[in-house]
Protein backbone atom coordinates (compact mmCIF):
# COMPACT_ATOMS: atom_id res chain seq x y z
CA UNK A 1 0.00 0.00 0.00
CA UNK A 2 1.39 3.80 -0.92
CA UNK A 3 2.26 5.97 1.84
CA UNK A 4 -0.06 8.56 0.97
CA UNK A 5 -3.04 6.19 0.95
CA UNK A 6 -5.01 5.27 4.27
CA UNK A 7 -6.90 2.72 1.45
CA UNK A 8 -5.66 -0.34 0.31
CA UNK A 9 -5.01 0.80 -3.19
CA UNK A 10 -2.51 3.13 -3.76
CA UNK A 11 -3.20 7.08 -4.35
CA UNK A 12 -4.27 7.41 -8.29
CA UNK A 13 -6.07 4.25 -8.47
CA UNK A 14 -7.96 2.78 -11.45
CA UNK A 15 -10.30 -0.16 -11.61
CA UNK A 16 -13.32 -1.44 -13.52
CA UNK A 17 -17.16 -2.45 -12.28
CA UNK A 18 -17.51 -5.74 -12.78
CA UNK A 19 -18.81 -6.91 -16.51
CA UNK A 20 -16.87 -7.15 -19.55
CA UNK A 21 -17.80 -8.12 -23.05
CA UNK A 22 -18.31 -11.24 -25.11
CA UNK A 23 -17.72 -14.96 -23.35
CA UNK A 24 -14.06 -15.53 -22.95
CA UNK A 25 -13.19 -15.74 -19.73
CA UNK A 26 -9.61 -16.15 -19.99
CA UNK A 27 -9.55 -13.23 -22.48
CA UNK A 28 -11.26 -11.26 -20.01
CA UNK A 29 -8.85 -11.85 -17.42
CA UNK A 30 -6.36 -11.05 -19.40
CA UNK A 31 -7.32 -7.90 -20.31
CA UNK A 32 -8.45 -6.88 -16.79
CA UNK A 33 -5.20 -7.66 -15.39
CA UNK A 34 -3.12 -5.96 -18.34
CA UNK A 35 -4.87 -3.05 -17.72
CA UNK A 36 -5.52 -2.57 -14.13
CA UNK A 37 -2.04 -3.68 -12.73
CA UNK A 38 -2.39 -2.31 -9.85
CA UNK A 39 -6.04 -3.18 -8.94
CA UNK A 40 -7.86 -5.69 -11.05
CA UNK A 41 -11.21 -7.18 -10.45
CA UNK A 42 -12.68 -10.33 -11.06
CA UNK A 43 -15.11 -9.74 -13.92
CA UNK A 44 -18.76 -11.25 -15.08
CA UNK A 45 -19.51 -12.18 -18.45
CA UNK A 46 -23.19 -12.12 -18.55
CA UNK A 47 -23.32 -12.67 -22.58
CA UNK A 48 -22.59 -16.29 -21.95
CA UNK A 49 -26.38 -16.45 -20.70
CA UNK A 50 -28.30 -16.79 -17.31
CA UNK A 51 -26.17 -17.64 -14.56
CA UNK A 52 -23.54 -15.78 -16.15
CA UNK A 53 -25.09 -12.22 -15.21
CA UNK A 54 -24.95 -10.34 -11.60
CA UNK A 55 -27.91 -11.82 -10.44
CA UNK A 56 -27.10 -15.85 -11.21
CA UNK A 57 -23.20 -15.38 -10.31
CA UNK A 58 -24.90 -14.19 -6.99
CA UNK A 59 -27.21 -16.62 -6.41
CA UNK A 60 -24.75 -19.57 -7.26
CA UNK A 61 -23.22 -17.85 -4.24
CA UNK A 62 -26.17 -18.13 -1.97
CA UNK A 63 -25.70 -21.08 1.20
CA UNK A 64 -28.90 -23.35 1.38
CA UNK A 65 -30.83 -21.17 -1.30
CA UNK A 66 -31.58 -22.02 -4.72
CA UNK A 67 -32.88 -20.51 -7.48
CA UNK A 68 -34.07 -21.49 -11.14
CA UNK A 69 -34.59 -19.28 -14.42
CA UNK A 70 -38.20 -18.39 -15.56
CA UNK A 71 -39.17 -16.49 -17.83
CA UNK A 72 -39.74 -13.26 -15.73
CA UNK A 73 -36.17 -14.28 -14.24
CA UNK A 74 -35.26 -16.06 -11.44
CA UNK A 75 -37.13 -17.74 -8.96
CA UNK A 76 -36.55 -19.55 -5.52
CA UNK A 77 -36.00 -23.62 -5.62
CA UNK A 78 -36.03 -26.15 -3.48
CA UNK A 79 -32.92 -27.85 -4.39
CA UNK A 80 -29.91 -26.53 -6.47
CA UNK A 81 -30.62 -27.28 -10.38
CA UNK A 82 -28.97 -27.09 -13.99
CA UNK A 83 -29.33 -22.87 -13.89
CA UNK A 84 -27.63 -23.42 -10.45
CA UNK A 85 -25.11 -25.94 -11.38
CA UNK A 86 -24.04 -23.70 -14.27
CA UNK A 87 -23.47 -20.56 -12.23
CA UNK A 88 -20.97 -22.24 -10.10
CA UNK A 89 -19.42 -23.39 -13.01
CA UNK A 90 -19.09 -20.46 -14.25
CA UNK A 91 -17.67 -19.02 -11.52
CA UNK A 92 -15.31 -21.37 -11.54
CA UNK A 93 -14.04 -21.09 -14.84
CA UNK A 94 -13.79 -16.96 -14.56
CA UNK A 95 -11.64 -18.00 -10.73
CA UNK A 96 -9.60 -20.69 -12.88
CA UNK A 97 -9.09 -17.66 -15.62
CA UNK A 98 -8.36 -14.74 -12.36
CA UNK A 99 -5.54 -17.62 -10.89
CA UNK A 100 -3.94 -17.68 -14.08
CA UNK A 101 -3.25 -14.35 -14.95
CA UNK A 102 -2.94 -13.12 -11.34
CA UNK A 103 -0.02 -15.38 -10.38
CA UNK A 104 2.72 -13.73 -7.98
CA UNK A 105 0.16 -10.86 -7.64
CA UNK A 106 0.21 -8.61 -4.67
CA UNK A 107 -2.08 -6.07 -4.26
CA UNK A 108 -6.01 -5.16 -4.13
CA UNK A 109 -8.27 -7.39 -5.94
CA UNK A 110 -11.53 -6.19 -6.32
CA UNK A 111 -14.38 -8.89 -6.67
CA UNK A 112 -18.33 -8.38 -6.41
CA UNK A 113 -21.92 -9.63 -5.69
CA UNK A 114 -25.17 -8.13 -6.13
CA UNK A 115 -26.07 -6.74 -2.45
CA UNK A 116 -28.86 -8.03 -0.56
CA UNK A 117 -31.65 -5.38 -1.39
CA UNK A 118 -31.02 -5.56 -5.00
CA UNK A 119 -31.25 -9.35 -4.72
CA UNK A 120 -34.26 -9.19 -2.82
CA UNK A 121 -35.82 -7.00 -5.84
CA UNK A 122 -34.68 -9.87 -8.61
CA UNK A 123 -35.17 -12.93 -6.78
CA UNK A 124 -38.76 -13.76 -6.56
CA UNK A 125 -40.37 -16.06 -4.19
CA UNK A 126 -43.17 -19.22 -5.29
CA UNK A 127 -45.70 -17.35 -6.02
CA UNK A 128 -44.12 -14.99 -8.79
CA UNK A 129 -43.73 -11.79 -5.97
CA UNK A 130 -39.97 -10.52 -5.31
CA UNK A 131 -38.53 -11.51 -2.00
CA UNK A 132 -38.42 -8.05 -1.35
CA UNK A 133 -42.21 -8.16 -0.49
CA UNK A 134 -41.41 -10.67 2.78
CA UNK A 135 -39.26 -8.94 5.74
CA UNK A 136 -38.69 -12.87 6.52
CA UNK A 137 -37.14 -13.76 3.29
CA UNK A 138 -35.23 -10.40 2.83
CA UNK A 139 -33.67 -11.58 6.07
CA UNK A 140 -33.17 -15.35 5.11
CA UNK A 141 -31.47 -13.89 1.95
CA UNK A 142 -29.34 -11.86 3.85
CA UNK A 143 -28.11 -14.41 6.01
CA UNK A 144 -27.53 -17.16 2.73
CA UNK A 145 -25.78 -14.17 0.94
CA UNK A 146 -23.09 -13.72 4.36
CA UNK A 147 -22.35 -17.28 4.57
CA UNK A 148 -22.09 -17.48 0.91
CA UNK A 149 -19.67 -14.23 0.99
CA UNK A 150 -17.16 -15.55 3.13
CA UNK A 151 -16.86 -19.08 1.26
CA UNK A 152 -16.01 -16.79 -1.81
CA UNK A 153 -13.57 -14.05 -0.30
CA UNK A 154 -12.09 -17.32 1.37
CA UNK A 155 -11.58 -18.96 -2.19
CA UNK A 156 -10.32 -15.99 -3.86
CA UNK A 157 -7.61 -15.30 -1.11
CA UNK A 158 -6.63 -19.11 -1.24
CA UNK A 159 -6.08 -18.65 -5.11
CA UNK A 160 -4.27 -15.25 -5.18
CA UNK A 161 -2.30 -15.44 -1.43
CA UNK A 162 -0.82 -11.92 -2.09
CA UNK A 163 -4.19 -10.13 -3.14
CA UNK A 164 -5.71 -7.97 -0.44
CA UNK A 165 -9.32 -8.75 -1.36
CA UNK A 166 -11.77 -5.89 -1.85
CA UNK A 167 -15.67 -6.57 -1.89
CA UNK A 168 -18.08 -4.61 -3.98
CA UNK A 169 -21.63 -4.99 -3.12
CA UNK A 170 -23.47 -4.04 -6.34
CA UNK A 171 -26.94 -2.35 -5.10
CA UNK A 172 -28.64 -0.65 -8.25
CA UNK A 173 -32.21 -0.92 -6.69
CA UNK A 174 -31.59 0.17 -3.92
CA UNK A 175 -32.34 4.01 -3.85
CA UNK A 176 -35.87 2.12 -5.43
CA UNK A 177 -36.59 -0.07 -2.46
CA UNK A 178 -35.63 2.99 -0.25
CA UNK A 179 -38.44 5.35 -2.15
CA UNK A 180 -41.00 2.30 -2.47
CA UNK A 181 -40.43 2.87 -6.61
CA UNK A 182 -39.83 -1.53 -6.84
CA UNK A 183 -42.63 -3.12 -8.83
CA UNK A 184 -44.77 -6.01 -7.91
CA UNK A 185 -45.51 -8.75 -10.29
CA UNK A 186 -48.26 -7.20 -11.88
CA UNK A 187 -46.84 -4.09 -12.10
CA UNK A 188 -49.77 -2.30 -11.38
CA UNK A 189 -48.28 -1.39 -7.61
CA UNK A 190 -45.12 -0.98 -6.07
CA UNK A 191 -43.88 -2.68 -2.86
CA UNK A 192 -43.93 -0.68 0.25
CA UNK A 193 -40.77 1.33 0.76
CA UNK A 194 -38.10 -0.74 3.42
CA UNK A 195 -36.91 1.20 6.28
CA UNK A 196 -33.86 2.71 6.27
CA UNK A 197 -32.83 1.64 9.47
CA UNK A 198 -33.92 -1.96 8.15
CA UNK A 199 -31.99 -1.79 4.51
CA UNK A 200 -28.94 0.04 6.96
CA UNK A 201 -28.39 -2.50 9.64
CA UNK A 202 -28.35 -5.71 6.53
CA UNK A 203 -26.06 -3.58 4.71
CA UNK A 204 -23.34 -3.15 8.21
CA UNK A 205 -23.77 -6.90 8.57
CA UNK A 206 -22.62 -7.62 5.44
CA UNK A 207 -20.13 -5.23 5.73
CA UNK A 208 -18.89 -7.48 8.39
CA UNK A 209 -18.51 -10.55 6.35
CA UNK A 210 -14.94 -9.00 4.82
CA UNK A 211 -13.72 -9.18 8.40
CA UNK A 212 -12.12 -5.92 8.27
CA UNK A 213 -11.17 -5.76 4.79
CA UNK A 214 -12.41 -2.91 2.38
CA UNK A 215 -16.31 -3.21 1.52
CA UNK A 216 -17.48 -1.01 -1.68
CA UNK A 217 -21.06 -0.40 -2.92
CA UNK A 218 -21.80 0.16 -6.49
CA UNK A 219 -24.87 2.04 -7.73
CA UNK A 220 -25.11 3.38 -11.39
CA UNK A 221 -28.69 4.28 -10.81
CA UNK A 222 -29.33 8.25 -9.76
CA UNK A 223 -29.79 9.22 -5.83
CA UNK A 224 -27.13 7.32 -4.30
CA UNK A 225 -27.92 7.34 -0.69
CA UNK A 226 -23.94 8.57 0.18
CA UNK A 227 -25.15 8.97 3.83
CA UNK A 228 -27.13 5.01 4.41
CA UNK A 229 -24.01 4.12 2.81
CA UNK A 230 -21.72 5.63 5.20
CA UNK A 231 -23.38 5.26 8.52
CA UNK A 232 -23.30 1.70 7.43
CA UNK A 233 -19.80 1.59 7.34
CA UNK A 234 -18.37 0.85 3.83
CA UNK A 235 -15.31 1.32 2.90
CA UNK A 236 -16.20 3.32 -0.61
CA UNK A 237 -19.09 4.12 -2.87
CA UNK A 238 -19.02 3.22 -6.23
CA UNK A 239 -21.10 5.55 -8.76
CA UNK A 240 -22.34 6.88 -12.18
CA UNK A 241 -20.63 10.73 -11.49
CA UNK A 242 -23.00 12.25 -14.73
CA UNK A 243 -25.65 10.91 -12.31
CA UNK A 244 -24.62 13.56 -9.72
CA UNK A 245 -26.84 16.81 -8.58
CA UNK A 246 -26.31 19.60 -6.25
CA UNK A 247 -28.77 17.67 -3.44
CA UNK A 248 -25.77 14.94 -3.22
CA UNK A 249 -23.18 17.20 -2.78
CA UNK A 250 -23.30 18.00 1.22
CA UNK A 251 -23.61 13.92 1.32
CA UNK A 252 -20.78 13.42 -0.42
CA UNK A 253 -18.76 15.94 1.34
CA UNK A 254 -19.53 14.64 4.71
CA UNK A 255 -18.74 10.95 2.95
CA UNK A 256 -15.03 12.09 2.16
CA UNK A 257 -14.68 13.77 5.08
CA UNK A 258 -16.06 10.67 7.22
CA UNK A 259 -13.03 8.76 5.12
CA UNK A 260 -15.00 6.82 2.81
CA UNK A 261 -13.38 6.72 -0.75
CA UNK A 262 -15.57 7.46 -4.00
CA UNK A 263 -15.14 5.18 -6.64
CA UNK A 264 -16.57 8.03 -9.87
CA UNK A 265 -17.34 6.42 -12.55
CA UNK A 266 -16.21 8.91 -14.98
CA UNK A 267 -15.64 7.01 -18.45
CA UNK A 268 -18.84 6.16 -20.66
CA UNK A 269 -19.63 2.53 -20.44
CA UNK A 270 -20.47 2.25 -24.03
CA UNK A 271 -18.29 2.64 -27.39
CA UNK A 272 -17.79 6.36 -27.71
CA UNK A 273 -15.15 8.95 -27.95
CA UNK A 274 -13.38 9.09 -24.97
CA UNK A 275 -12.11 12.75 -24.48
CA UNK A 276 -8.48 13.24 -22.84
CA UNK A 277 -7.83 11.84 -20.23
CA UNK A 278 -7.67 15.09 -17.76
CA UNK A 279 -10.66 16.30 -19.42
CA UNK A 280 -12.44 12.96 -17.76
CA UNK A 281 -11.74 13.89 -14.46
CA UNK A 282 -12.49 17.79 -14.65
CA UNK A 283 -16.01 17.54 -13.34
CA UNK A 284 -14.31 15.33 -10.12
CA UNK A 285 -11.48 18.71 -9.62
CA UNK A 286 -14.43 21.19 -9.60
CA UNK A 287 -16.40 19.20 -7.37
CA UNK A 288 -13.65 18.87 -5.28
CA UNK A 289 -12.89 23.07 -5.11
CA UNK A 290 -17.11 23.43 -4.56
CA UNK A 291 -16.85 21.22 -1.36
CA UNK A 292 -13.96 22.81 -0.14
CA UNK A 293 -11.94 19.87 0.21
CA UNK A 294 -8.06 19.52 0.39
CA UNK A 295 -6.90 19.33 -2.88
CA UNK A 296 -4.10 17.03 -1.69
CA UNK A 297 -6.65 14.34 -0.57
CA UNK A 298 -8.41 14.08 -4.10
CA UNK A 299 -6.56 11.40 -5.56
CA UNK A 300 -5.81 9.26 -2.51
CA UNK A 301 -9.96 9.33 -1.61
CA UNK A 302 -10.94 8.78 -5.08
CA UNK A 303 -10.96 5.76 -7.62
CA UNK A 304 -11.37 6.62 -11.25
CA UNK A 305 -13.62 3.80 -13.02
CA UNK A 306 -15.80 3.65 -16.16
CA UNK A 307 -19.34 4.72 -15.31
CA UNK A 308 -20.93 1.18 -15.01
CA UNK A 309 -20.15 -2.37 -15.91
CA UNK A 310 -18.97 -2.85 -19.96
CA UNK A 311 -20.96 -5.82 -21.01
CA UNK A 312 -22.53 -3.40 -23.69
CA UNK A 313 -19.15 -2.33 -24.90
CA UNK A 314 -17.44 -3.98 -28.16
CA UNK A 315 -14.18 -5.49 -26.73
CA UNK A 316 -11.85 -2.87 -28.68
CA UNK A 317 -13.50 -0.16 -26.51
CA UNK A 318 -13.69 -2.27 -23.07
CA UNK A 319 -9.76 -2.48 -23.83
CA UNK A 320 -9.82 1.05 -24.15
CA UNK A 321 -11.41 2.40 -21.38
CA UNK A 322 -10.33 0.71 -18.77
CA UNK A 323 -6.45 2.04 -20.11
CA UNK A 324 -8.49 5.05 -19.99
CA UNK A 325 -9.40 4.86 -16.67
CA UNK A 326 -5.83 4.57 -15.70
CA UNK A 327 -4.60 7.51 -17.34
CA UNK A 328 -7.43 9.47 -16.31
CA UNK A 329 -6.71 8.46 -12.40
CA UNK A 330 -2.86 9.31 -13.20
CA UNK A 331 -3.55 13.20 -14.07
CA UNK A 332 -5.68 13.42 -11.38
CA UNK A 333 -2.59 12.53 -8.94
CA UNK A 334 -0.48 14.49 -11.17
CA UNK A 335 -2.53 17.62 -10.81
CA UNK A 336 -5.45 17.61 -8.28
CA UNK A 337 -5.83 21.57 -8.56
Not at 192 to 218: F, I, K, M, T, Y
Amino acid sequence: MSENSTYEWAAGAATGIGSMPGGDAREAARTVTGSLETFPYLPELPARGPGADMIGRTIGMLVEVYGHVEPSGWRISDRPGRDTRRARSWLGEDLDALEEFTQGYEGPLKVSAVGPWTLATALEMRNGEAALRDPGACRDLAASLAEGLRGHLAEVRRRVPGARVVLQLDEPSLTAVLQGRVKTASGYRTHRAVDRAVVEGALRDLVGVADGGPVVVHSCAPEVPFGLLRRAGVTGISFDFSLLTEREEEAIGEAVEGGTALFAGVVPGVDGRLSDPAGSVMGVRTLWRRLGLTPGTLSESVVITPSCGLAGASPAYARSALAHCVRAARSLADNPE
